[in-house]
């Protein structure tokens, strides 16, 4: 009988994995991530090109000559003179893109950019830093009396740096940045979200779909209610996995595709941070790893595992408890109300997210990663910023003892409520059922 | 042989009775009219019979044996309430539910084309069931019924939702499955088909089995000693001659003949009768009038009825 079931699973997978649906999303959605990599690279190139100029500073103060500091693309020039003039030889002879006036003025540092054709983007914002720097340095420099270069000196020592150092049981030290120990939690605890929003949601439809078109009764005439329940939450549970391979090997694709394409794309300076991950995915997957593996106060791979258990477990957890839902409704309106004790939950560990994650070790993410309901989201985002592991072993195994309770729970549920049919089923009912057999 | 045995059947849903210490035997190669008002508890019976629910006690045995997992792939199950998965392709959707009664895919399609072909569906092989119409979609749904062709068949209201064409073909279908030598339960109300194709039947009514037998018994148990004359219009007026001796019950004045309907309250007075009509004209027919099984069927629900509704 045990083919039943991978018949099942196999009608399950098929007919989704065939819906157009399926198809559009997990196409589009790598083209997007990878439009969302790449674009912003694309960008900064465009810029970069567009920046390349030559500036030439007439400077009323004095104060300016010979300070700025340029790039490759970014050149300065100091010429002093009548404003107007220089102007218009500067722009008829096209050996400038822009003027920059700074104005002998007692009100402040007043200055004038002209440009006639672009304007290059950032260069603005850069004069005005760097204008800001070389004055404070002049005054402080001017108010200490001292030499150029002990003023150097003096900077790199006053220069302030904060290592975050994280300390755990055993008394090991361990630098780590605590943002990107958020962010990778945020991200685990948001995906596991989605995941159980979209495919246990997908069994919760499953199943009323089943129950709505009558044709559960022809089915469980040929197979036991737990087969038919087994069934679809594994081949929705496959139908996800699938989806994800696709979408990963998709993005990577596009990504390396483009790098073929276009080989020095992320070669550019700060392209190449905007990059980082995707390029590291393509390129340099070993050591990538180990440089995370470095940061972290468990090992990527254990993130990787729990990961992996989390997302199961919570899928599963939630799967069962829709199906029980689904069964006892008449029609997907209807289910709201049934779902809401499942859903309260799902949604307080998601309002939870960013409290969680920048205190990972207090009160609430504490218990909020035991509670079953709540953990598979709560223990990700806590996880990479270190948690005991006791801490992890309790949730795991409380989430697994739930498990078993939400399969006996939904067992007893979906055999009687798939059969009942226009009526409304009320709590105390299902009580009963779950006493009696 | 009988092919099921219901013995002492009792299931309770959490408010009410469905089956209250029900037997019955269906014999092997019959069609078995399974027989109630709604709610009387047909279907829970089914239900049970496919292993879809269990008793609260009592057991059933199928072929001898106690009724085990295995066998509902001898069994064959059209529900009252028809269902496809509306998306899913006809073809596609009938090979799943034959493999799901275990058989091998290439004898589900081999049967299936010849079905398909025989009940005139076979180019909507590729279709999404919604878009058949609503016979189509019965057809397909009574061809998985039998395609794994199952020894016992148990069809609820298999003509509602038919035309009398299709009907037919499906009563002619029926009939045929029986001459292979599959047993048949069907569960309808529709009385004039039960005369025409059953053998035995059982009368369910308040959870209680009230009624069981062959159909020519059940008729002839509840006959009343009617009979029907009809006589050519040139004889004698019986009326008058019939006063006091038989009960008249109807006289009906056609415009060649004239048909009496006379109740005898012995059987032994048949011939007396027949005698009394022959000496007072020419008779067209004389013949015993067996209650129809729609007259039994309300007859027994409702003296049921009222005997458990004084007590």
Known sequence: MSSNISLIIGREYTTRVKKKSFIILTLLLPILIASLIVLPVLLVLYNEKNQSANVLVVDDTDIFINAFEGSEKLTFSYQSGDINQLKQEAFDSEKYDCVFHILNNSQGLKSNLYYRDNLPSGLQGKLESQMNEIFFDRILQDSLHIEPARFEKLQELTKAEVTTVQVDDKGVERENIAEMNEVIGMICGF???????????????????????????????????????????????????????????????????????????????????????????????????????????????????????????????????????????????????????????????????PSISTNPNGQLAFWFSMIPLTSPISMMVRLPSGVPLWQLLTSMGLALLFLVLCVWFAAKVYRMGILMYGKKISWKEIFKWLRKA | MNIIEVDQVTKAFSNHLALDHV???????????????????????????????????????????????????????????????????????????????????????????????????????????????????????????????????????????????????????????????????????????VEEICDEIALINRAQKILEGNIHDVKNRFKKNIYAIEMASDSCDMEPLLQGRYELIEKQVNPNSVGYSVRITDAKQVNGLLELFMENGSIISFKEVLPTMNEIFIEQVQTFNRQNSHE
């Open chain 1, 191 to 353: 995906f596991i979200y989605f995941i159980i929003i979209i495919f246990a949601s997908q069994v919760l439809r499953g199943v009323l779909e089943e129950k709505t078109n009558r044709i559960v009764e022809v089915l469980i005439s040929s197979v036991k209610p737990m087969q038919l329940l087994i069934g679809k939450i594994v081949g929705i549970a496959l139908v996800g996995l699938t989806q994800f391979a696709i979408w990963i090997l998709l993005t990577f694709a596009i990504l390396g595709g483009v790098q073929l394409v276009a080989p020095n794309l992320f070669q550019s300076e700060t392209a190449t941070e905007l990059a980082a991950g995707a390029q590291a995915g393509i390129q340099d997957n070993v050591n990538i790893f180990q440089t995370i593996n470095d940061y972290f106060p468990i090992s990527f791979t254990e993130i990787i595992l729990c990961f992996f258990f989390f997302f199961i477990v919570g899928y599963l957890i939630y799967a069962t408890l829709y199906a029980a839902t689904g069964s006892v409704v008449d029609n997907e309106s209807d289910s709201q109300q049934y779902t809401m004790p499942v859903t309260i939950p799902l949604m307080l560990s998601i309002i939870l997210i």
């Open chain 2, 23 to 193: 037997s019955l035997s269906v014999p092997e190669g019959v069609i078995f009219g399974l027989l109630g008002p709604n709610g009387a508890g047909k279907t829970t019976l089914i239900r049970i019979l496919n292993q879809i629910t269990f008793p609260d006690s009592g057991s059933i045995y199928f072929k001898g044996h106690p009724l085990e997992a295995d066998d509902v792939r001898q069994i064959g199950y059209l529900p009252e309430e028809r269902g496809l998965y509306k998306k899913m392709k006809a073809g596609e959707q009938a090979m799943y539910l034959a493999r799901l009664k275990g058989m091998d895919r290439s004898t589900a399609n081999q049967r299936l084309r010849v079905k398909f072909e025989q009940y005139g569906i076979l180019d909507w092989w590729n279709r999404p069931v919604e878009e058949l119409s609503k016979g189509m979609q019965q057809k397909l749904q009574f061809i998985t019924t039998i395609l794994h062709k199952p020894s016992f068949i148990i069809l609820d209201e298999p003509f509602s939702g038919f035309d009398p064409i299709n009907s037919n073909m499906l009563k002619e279908e029926i009939l045929q499955l029986k001459k292979e030598g599959a047993t048949i339960i069907l569960s309808t109300h529709n009385m004039a088909s």
